[in-house]
């Protein structure tokens, strides 16, 4: 749990940086699931599957057709334009930093703990 703590405000920057490539590292591996440090197209249509399954109104080749938008965009984000014959093998952990630069994690990957002081450190 103590991914999700709130960055402490004494941080520096680097500090900082140092946690959210912490935070990234902790969700990659979340869709990692075979931990061979790629995020497959298979391996991510599985989390989200897992993720939407709980909704009656998404049916799973909807969830599939997500999961495949979301990959593509990953790889124009990552590859650029690919040729027709190209095959995107997935995204790696420095990919994955590509995609999430720019976006504030630190605000939307956290927990507030009750009676508990915020310690300097990720974990």
């Known amino acids: ?17 140092l946690c959210r490539k912490e935070k990234l590292r902790f969700l990659f591996h979340m869709y990692d699931s075979d931990s061979d440090g790629r995020i497959t197209l298979e391996e991510y249509r599985n989390v989200v599957e897992e993720l939407l399954s709980g909704n009656p109104h998404i ?3 909807s969830a599939r057709s997500i999961a495949d938008g ?4 990953a790889a124009s984000v990552c590859v650029g334009q690919m040729e027709p014959d190209q095959v995107y093998e ?13 976006i504030d994690i630190e605000t939307k990957m956290h927990v507030r703990f009750l ?9």
């Open 90 to 102: 997935g995204i790696t952990f420095d990919d994955f930093l590509k995609i999430w630069q720019g």
């Open 59 to 61: 049916e799973k080749e």
């Open 70 to 73: 979301a990959m593509m965009e």
């Open 1 to 17: 749990m103590s991914y999700f703590r709130p960055i402490d405000t004494t941080m520096d920057e680097e500090q900082v940086q």
């Open 115 to 123: 009676n508990m002081e915020t310690i300097a450190l990720c974990h």
